[in-house]
Structures are given as structure tokens and as C-alpha cells.
T-cell receptor, first 114, second 114 residues
Framework: EAQVTQNPRYLITVTGKKLTVTCSQNMNHEYMSWYRQDPGLGLRQIYYSMNVEATDKGDVPEGYKVSRKEKRNFPLILESPSPNQTSLYFC?????????????FGPGTRLTVL | AQKITQTQPGMFVQEKEAVTLDCTYDTSDPSYGLFWYKQPSSGEMIFLIYQGSYDQQNATEGRYSLNFQKARKSANLVISASQLGDSAMYFCAMRDQTGNQFYFGTGTSLTVIP
């Protein structure tokens, strides 16, 4: 089944404890992206990757890191999480980065930072 | 500057009636893509419909159609014959000319009344 998977689905952590949210797609997509969703703000793009070893900042990259060492994986790293990073996080992928390509989303990761 | 504006935080519609969800966008790019996604209470993001900036005809997908008015920079979603299962949050999104960046609106919560 073609899909985007994220792990964990739910995470409660404490301020300053490094964490990684994994994202994997099995559709051989070139483009991948991370978003956070907050009430009243919609989804905001954190980072995106055009292909392996090619990443760039979205609108809200502060406090996050990403890497794209393999085409299928695009982990999101929070080196020192803070309570304002409590949010619902989505990973998404698309075939390429043409503006005609739709994105397919993972199920989301609900993160709480205490 | 906000790229996507959804001015209706919440909408109600009677079952079997049609409903229009508003979306306006802001870009100076000649080429871009416009998307609508549905987010049910379970949280996943479901792609509904796409409209390209150069498309002459309005996009349709089953009960969904996109009323694209390029000069007004609007891309309203029309849902015909509403069903109870249409109750969800709906997001309008735009993919920029480079294909790298996605901008989402703040969403419209639709409730279908039996």
C-alpha cells in the first residue's frame, strides 16, 4: 500500500530532551516536507526536501533540523524542544516539486512538550 | 504576508444541500497550483481537488468542484449534495511556482446538519 508513515504517533516529552520524529514514504517520491498544525493557524511548513541531500527552510524552521540521507526517509529532529513546539506534526511527500503535484500526508504526530 | 485566506472559520449546511467554502490567495507568480484538503476529526489530511493556474476550466472531482476566478484570486470549493460524512475541517493550499513551498489557509470547519 502506498503510504507515508510517521513515528511515533503520540509523544509527551520534557523541555530540552532531544527527540526525532521519523517519516518514511514508499512511493519513490522526490519531494518531502514537514508541517506543524496549530489551532487557528492552519498548517505551516517547517522544512522541505527536493531530493536526497537537498533540504531548505520553510516558514517556521527555528528549533528544528532535518536530514535526507535516503530518498524514502525524512526525519524531523528537535534538538532542544520547548513548550511552544507542542503541536500536531505532519510529514508529506509528492512525486516531484512541480506545482501541479499534490502531496500525500502521513497520519500526524501529536507532540506535547512539558 | 498571508498567502492563503479562508474567511469562514465555521460553516453549517443542511444535508443534501450545496455549500461553498471560500478561499482567496495572494501571489505574483504566473504559475502555481491550488489544492483543497479535508481533515476529518480523526486527523488525517485527505486530498480533494487540484486547480492549476493555467487551467481554463474549473476542476471537478465527483461532488467537489473548484470555482476558480483567477482575476479575483479566488479558488472556492463547492460541495454538492452534502453528506454527514462531509463534516470536517477544510483547508485551501497553494503550491508556489518553484514547487518547493506550500501555503495553507487557516481552515473552515464544516458541519453538516441532518
Amino acid at each position: 500500500e502506498a503510504q507515508v508513515t510517521q513515528n511515533p504517533r503520540y509523544l509527551i516529552t520534557v523541555t530540552g530532551k532531544k527527540l526525532t520524529v521519523t517519516c518514511s514514504q514508499n512511493m519513490n517520491h522526490e519531494y518531502m516536507s514537514w508541517y506543524r498544525q496549530d489551532p487557528g493557524l492552519g498548517l505551516r511548513q517547517i522544512y522541505y526536501s527536493m531530493n536526497v541531500e537537498a533540504t531548505d527552510k520553510g516558514d517556521v524552521p527555528e528549533g528544528y533540523k532535518v536530514s535526507r540521507k535516503e530518498k524514502r526517509n525524512f526525519p524531523l529532529i528537535l534538538e532542544s524542544p520547548s513548550p511552544n513546539q507542542t503541536s500536531l506534526y505532519f510529514c508529506a511527500s509528492s512525486w516531484a516539486r512541480h506545482n501541479t503535484d499534490t502531496q500525500y500526508f502521513g497520519p500526524g504526530t501529536r507532540l506535547t512538550v512539558l | 504576508a498571508q498567502k492563503i485566506t479562508q474567511t469562514q472559520p465555521g460553516m453549517f449546511v443542511q444535508e443534501k444541500e450545496a455549500v461553498t467554502l471560500d478561499c482567496t490567495y495572494d501571489t505574483s507568480d504566473p504559475s502555481y497550483g491550488l489544492f483543497w484538503y479535508k481533515q476529518p476529526s480523526s486527523g488525517e489530511m485527505i486530498f480533494l481537488i487540484y486547480q492549476g493556474s493555467y487551467d481554463q476550466q474549473n476542476a471537478t472531482e465527483g461532488r467537489y468542484s473548484l470555482n476558480f476566478q483567477k482575476a479575483r484570486k479566488s479558488a472556492n470549493l463547492v460541495i454538492s449534495a452534502s453528506q454527514l460524512g462531509d463534516s470536517a475541517m477544510y483547508f485551501c493550499a497553494m503550491r508556489d511556482q518553484t514547487g518547493n513551498q506550500f501555503y495553507f489557509g487557516t481552515g473552515t470547519s464544516l458541519t453538516v446538519i441532518p
